[in-house]
Nanobody, 126 residues
Framework: EVQLQASGGGLVQPGGSLRLSCAAS????????IAWFRQAPGKEREGVSC????????DFADYVKGRFTVSTDKVRNTVFLQMNSLKPEDTAVYYC???????????????????WGQGTQVTVSS
């Protein structure tokens, strides 16, 4: 079965770090892009980052640039979102999703993405 399993969320103080994982099963990440989104209560879903595993290119939303990085461990078939210098406004449920390209990922409909992970809660609070 083709699945994405997101994990790694939790409660962290402002300025802290978390690393989210998006483990893929039933397919290899080599030929796909994985996008990260987040949704806070009462707010629209917004794009966070994307990594295209076919060429290693990455993309980040302006509000996380310089603080978040994204990488893929091809042996573990897992994408990692490293989040540093976390702010209270980063609080949200984070989702990973599979697609074929990172092009304009942040504006695509949910239907553009073939597989979604279940989401993991990130709370930044003192």
């Amino acid at each position: 079965e083709v699945q994405l399993q997101a994990s790694g969320g939790g409660l962290v103080q402002p300025g802290g770090s978390l690393r989210l994982s998006c483990a893929a099963s039933g397919f290899t990440l080599d030929y796909y892009a994985i996008a990260w989104f987040r949704q806070a209560p009462g707010k629209e879903r917004e794009g966070v980052s994307c990594i295209d595993n076919s060429d290693g290119s990455t993309d980040f939303a302006d509000y996380v640039k310089g603080r978040f990085t994204v990488s893929t461990d091809k042996v573990r078939n897992t994408v990692f979102l490293q989040m540093n210098s976390l702010k209270p406004e980063d609080t949200a449920v984070y989702y990973c999703a599979r697609t074929t390209t990172c092009s304009d990922y942040e504006n695509r409909s949910v239907w553009w993405f073939e597989v979604w992970g279940q989401g993991t809660q990130v709370t930044v609070s003192s």
